[in-house]
Nanobody, 127 residues
Framework: VQLQASGGGLVQAGGSLRVSCAGP????????MGWFRQAPGKERDFVAG????????SYADSVKGRFTVSRDNAKKLMYLQMNSLKPDDTAVYYC?????????????????????WGQGTQVTVSS
């Protein structure tokens, strides 16, 4: 299963950026989706997630109120709108997909629960 993240770049502190994730290409409605990030020398951390229908979301405390996750099931795309960016947001951002058979399942914050990963896109926030 292939995921493709895009949209990263360099932005000044206080600015905005939107990253996108394409895929999985098949059975898209059977996947909860998530965004994780990893800064140099640090662990991969949960950022935001969204359930298969887009009706439930979850955010890390550090991004709550600044980031918004969404998805378009018809286009098989997921987005992460990032506003009021801070230098601490600098990291490689990864999208991930978790296959779910229970459509009532909650959005997981554990990277080990996700079956498929994209290649990552770099987000750099300058001070």
């Amino acid at each position: 299963v292939q995921l493709q993240a895009s949209g990263g770049g360099l932005v000044q502190a206080g600015g905005s950026l939107r990253v996108s994730c394409a895929g999985p290409p098949h059975s898209y409605n059977n996947y909860n989706m998530g965004w994780f990030r990893q800064a140099p020398g640090k662990e991969r951390d949960f950022v935001a997630g969204i359930n298969w229908s887009g009706t439930r979301t979850s955010y890390a405390d550090s991004v709550k109120g600044r980031f918004t996750v969404s998805r378009d099931n018809a286009k098989k795309l997921m987005y992460l709108q990032m506003n009021s960016l801070k230098p601490d947001d600098t990291a490689v951002y990864y999208c991930a997909a978790q296959f779910v058979s229970d459509w009532g399942s909650v959005v997981s914050r554990a990277w080990s629960d996700y079956n498929h990963w994209g290649q990552g896109t770099q987000v750099t926030v300058s001070s």
